[in-house]
Protein backbone atom coordinates (compact mmCIF):
# COMPACT_ATOMS: atom_id res chain seq x y z
CA UNK A 1 0.00 0.00 0.00
CA UNK A 2 1.15 3.49 -0.88
CA UNK A 3 1.89 5.62 2.62
CA UNK A 4 0.69 8.38 0.20
CA UNK A 5 -2.91 7.01 -0.30
CA UNK A 6 -5.05 9.79 1.34
CA UNK A 7 -2.97 12.14 -0.76
CA UNK A 8 -3.27 10.61 -4.07
CA UNK A 9 -7.32 10.33 -3.23
CA UNK A 10 -7.71 13.62 -2.73
CA UNK A 11 -5.78 14.71 -5.57
CA UNK A 12 -7.58 11.88 -7.62
CA UNK A 13 -10.83 13.47 -6.54
CA UNK A 14 -9.99 17.35 -6.93
CA UNK A 15 -9.46 16.50 -10.31
CA UNK A 16 -12.66 14.62 -11.03
CA UNK A 17 -14.40 17.26 -9.14
CA UNK A 18 -16.36 19.31 -11.88
CA UNK A 19 -17.08 16.44 -14.11
CA UNK A 20 -19.12 14.47 -10.81
CA UNK A 21 -20.85 17.84 -9.89
CA UNK A 22 -22.25 17.68 -13.34
CA UNK A 23 -23.22 14.18 -13.00
CA UNK A 24 -27.12 14.74 -11.69
CA UNK A 25 -28.24 11.85 -11.71
CA UNK A 26 -27.63 9.00 -9.89
CA UNK A 27 -27.49 5.46 -10.92
CA UNK A 28 -31.23 3.79 -10.40
CA UNK A 29 -29.74 1.46 -7.86
CA UNK A 30 -28.42 3.98 -5.88
CA UNK A 31 -31.59 5.73 -5.87
CA UNK A 32 -33.21 2.46 -4.82
CA UNK A 33 -30.66 2.08 -1.86
CA UNK A 34 -30.69 5.64 -0.47
CA UNK A 35 -34.36 5.44 -0.70
CA UNK A 36 -34.61 2.51 1.44
CA UNK A 37 -32.62 4.16 3.38
CA UNK A 38 -34.32 7.26 4.03
CA UNK A 39 -37.79 4.70 4.66
CA UNK A 40 -35.83 3.77 7.76
CA UNK A 41 -34.85 7.77 8.91
CA UNK A 42 -38.23 8.36 8.54
CA UNK A 43 -40.23 5.59 10.31
CA UNK A 44 -37.57 6.09 13.24
CA UNK A 45 -38.12 10.22 13.00
CA UNK A 46 -34.02 11.18 12.89
CA UNK A 47 -32.90 14.26 12.75
CA UNK A 48 -29.56 14.56 11.70
CA UNK A 49 -27.44 13.09 9.40
CA UNK A 50 -23.52 12.92 8.35
CA UNK A 51 -22.68 11.85 4.73
CA UNK A 52 -18.65 10.24 4.61
CA UNK A 53 -17.03 11.23 1.38
CA UNK A 54 -20.26 13.31 0.29
CA UNK A 55 -18.64 14.14 -3.31
CA UNK A 56 -20.56 16.57 -5.15
CA UNK A 57 -23.01 16.39 -2.56
CA UNK A 58 -25.98 14.85 -4.08
CA UNK A 59 -27.09 12.73 -1.49
CA UNK A 60 -26.99 14.85 1.31
CA UNK A 61 -28.79 17.42 -1.05
CA UNK A 62 -31.63 14.75 -0.82
CA UNK A 63 -31.80 14.13 2.56
CA UNK A 64 -31.24 17.91 3.48
CA UNK A 65 -34.73 17.88 1.09
CA UNK A 66 -36.40 15.44 3.12
CA UNK A 67 -35.81 17.71 5.86
CA UNK A 68 -32.92 16.40 7.72
CA UNK A 69 -29.92 18.24 8.89
CA UNK A 70 -27.23 17.01 7.60
CA UNK A 71 -23.34 17.52 7.70
CA UNK A 72 -21.04 16.33 4.35
CA UNK A 73 -17.63 15.61 5.04
CA UNK A 74 -15.22 14.84 1.94
CA UNK A 75 -11.26 14.70 1.94
CA UNK A 76 -11.31 16.69 -1.52
CA UNK A 77 -11.41 20.22 -1.49
CA UNK A 78 -13.32 20.88 -4.74
CA UNK A 79 -16.15 18.36 -3.75
CA UNK A 80 -16.32 20.29 -0.67
CA UNK A 81 -16.97 23.64 -2.78
CA UNK A 82 -19.42 21.68 -4.48
CA UNK A 83 -21.32 20.95 -1.39
CA UNK A 84 -21.23 24.77 0.06
CA UNK A 85 -22.58 25.94 -3.50
CA UNK A 86 -25.91 23.76 -2.91
CA UNK A 87 -26.11 25.25 0.60
CA UNK A 88 -24.62 21.93 2.72
CA UNK A 89 -22.71 22.02 5.57
CA UNK A 90 -19.38 20.73 4.68
CA UNK A 91 -16.11 19.62 6.24
CA UNK A 92 -12.71 18.88 4.12
CA UNK A 93 -12.12 15.80 6.37
CA UNK A 94 -10.80 12.45 6.18
CA UNK A 95 -12.66 9.35 7.87
CA UNK A 96 -9.64 9.46 10.70
CA UNK A 97 -10.43 12.50 11.93
CA UNK A 98 -14.44 12.61 12.56
CA UNK A 99 -14.49 13.71 16.44
CA UNK A 100 -12.64 16.37 14.96
CA UNK A 101 -16.64 17.41 14.45
CA UNK A 102 -17.29 18.20 17.94
CA UNK A 103 -20.70 16.77 17.02
CA UNK A 104 -23.16 13.66 17.30
CA UNK A 105 -25.56 12.32 14.61
CA UNK A 106 -29.19 10.56 14.92
CA UNK A 107 -27.90 8.59 11.06
CA UNK A 108 -24.53 8.06 9.06
CA UNK A 109 -24.35 7.58 5.14
CA UNK A 110 -21.23 5.96 3.57
CA UNK A 111 -21.76 5.25 -0.16
CA UNK A 112 -18.69 3.62 -1.87
CA UNK A 113 -16.52 5.30 -0.16
CA UNK A 114 -15.09 3.37 2.41
CA UNK A 115 -13.59 1.11 0.01
CA UNK A 116 -10.45 3.67 0.22
CA UNK A 117 -9.66 2.47 3.56
CA UNK A 118 -6.95 0.33 3.88
CA UNK A 119 -8.40 -2.86 5.33
CA UNK A 120 -5.45 -2.72 8.13
CA UNK A 121 -7.32 0.95 9.01
CA UNK A 122 -10.75 -0.58 9.01
CA UNK A 123 -11.55 -0.86 12.58
CA UNK A 124 -9.93 2.36 13.54
CA UNK A 125 -12.46 4.63 11.14
CA UNK A 126 -15.09 2.22 12.57
CA UNK A 127 -14.41 3.09 15.94
CA UNK A 128 -14.53 7.22 14.76
CA UNK A 129 -17.73 6.14 13.39
CA UNK A 130 -18.81 5.02 16.25
CA UNK A 131 -18.00 7.90 18.01
CA UNK A 132 -20.19 10.30 16.26
CA UNK A 133 -23.32 8.24 16.46
CA UNK A 134 -25.81 8.57 18.73
CA UNK A 135 -26.93 5.60 20.41
CA UNK A 136 -29.41 3.74 18.65
CA UNK A 137 -28.41 5.81 15.94
CA UNK A 138 -28.14 4.61 11.89
CA UNK A 139 -25.51 3.86 9.61
CA UNK A 140 -25.59 2.92 6.07
CA UNK A 141 -22.87 1.15 4.56
CA UNK A 142 -22.49 0.07 0.91
CA UNK A 143 -19.67 -1.38 -0.98
CA UNK A 144 -18.54 -2.79 -3.61
CA UNK A 145 -17.25 -6.94 -2.79
CA UNK A 146 -14.61 -8.84 -3.56
CA UNK A 147 -11.80 -11.43 -2.05
CA UNK A 148 -10.56 -9.23 0.93
CA UNK A 149 -7.56 -7.76 -0.95
CA UNK A 150 -6.87 -3.80 -1.65
CA UNK A 151 -5.56 -3.06 -4.98
CA UNK A 152 -4.50 0.66 -6.80
CA UNK A 153 -6.37 1.48 -9.66
CA UNK A 154 -5.88 4.35 -12.16
CA UNK A 155 -8.05 5.72 -14.17
CA UNK A 156 -5.97 7.78 -16.79
CA UNK A 157 -8.73 9.85 -18.47
CA UNK A 158 -9.17 11.61 -15.09
CA UNK A 159 -5.70 11.67 -13.32
CA UNK A 160 -2.87 9.50 -12.64
CA UNK A 161 -2.90 9.68 -9.01
CA UNK A 162 -3.85 5.80 -8.10
CA UNK A 163 -6.49 5.17 -5.78
CA UNK A 164 -6.81 2.80 -3.22
CA UNK A 165 -9.57 0.17 -3.20
CA UNK A 166 -10.28 -2.45 -0.78
CA UNK A 167 -12.98 -5.40 -1.81
CA UNK A 168 -14.83 -7.35 1.23
CA UNK A 169 -16.37 -10.31 1.14
CA UNK A 170 -19.36 -10.57 3.04
CA UNK A 171 -18.17 -12.69 5.64
CA UNK A 172 -15.31 -10.63 6.47
CA UNK A 173 -17.36 -7.42 7.02
CA UNK A 174 -19.79 -9.67 8.98
CA UNK A 175 -16.93 -10.27 11.06
CA UNK A 176 -15.42 -6.78 11.63
CA UNK A 177 -18.95 -5.00 12.07
CA UNK A 178 -20.70 -7.01 14.50
CA UNK A 179 -17.32 -6.03 16.92
CA UNK A 180 -19.47 -2.07 16.96
CA UNK A 181 -22.99 -1.88 15.32
CA UNK A 182 -26.19 -4.11 15.21
CA UNK A 183 -26.72 -5.24 11.83
CA UNK A 184 -29.81 -4.78 10.60
CA UNK A 185 -30.27 -5.56 6.98
CA UNK A 186 -27.55 -7.12 4.89
CA UNK A 187 -28.17 -7.63 1.27
CA UNK A 188 -25.64 -8.41 -1.27
CA UNK A 189 -26.40 -8.12 -5.14
CA UNK A 190 -24.56 -7.35 -8.85
CA UNK A 191 -24.13 -4.70 -10.27
CA UNK A 192 -22.93 -4.70 -13.42
CA UNK A 193 -19.44 -6.45 -13.37
CA UNK A 194 -19.27 -6.33 -9.35
CA UNK A 195 -21.10 -7.41 -6.52
CA UNK A 196 -22.44 -4.50 -4.11
CA UNK A 197 -23.19 -4.84 -0.08
CA UNK A 198 -25.52 -2.90 0.96
CA UNK A 199 -25.98 -3.16 4.45
CA UNK A 200 -27.79 -1.01 7.88
CA UNK A 201 -26.41 -0.79 10.80
CA UNK A 202 -27.70 0.06 14.17
CA UNK A 203 -25.67 1.41 17.20
CA UNK A 204 -26.73 -0.08 20.72
Known amino acids: ?10 TYYNQDAARRN ?24 KKTLLELGAGAG ?7 RKGL ?9 ENIRSCREKGIEAY ?30 LHKVLQEIGAVLNRNGLFYLGLYGGN ?20 YSAHYLKTVLTDYFHI ?5 FPVGTHIFHSIILRKM
Request: proline share 3%; charged share 35%.
Open 22 to 45: RQRMRAPWKRKVRKNFYKIIKLEN
Open 148 to 167: DEETDLVKSDVSDAPRLFTF
Open 92 to 121: ALDFYKLSTLHNKFDCIYALNTLLHVPKDD
Open 58 to 64: FDSLFFM
Open 69 to 77: NVTAVDISD
Open 184 to 188: VDFKT
Open 1 to 10: MDKNFKENIK
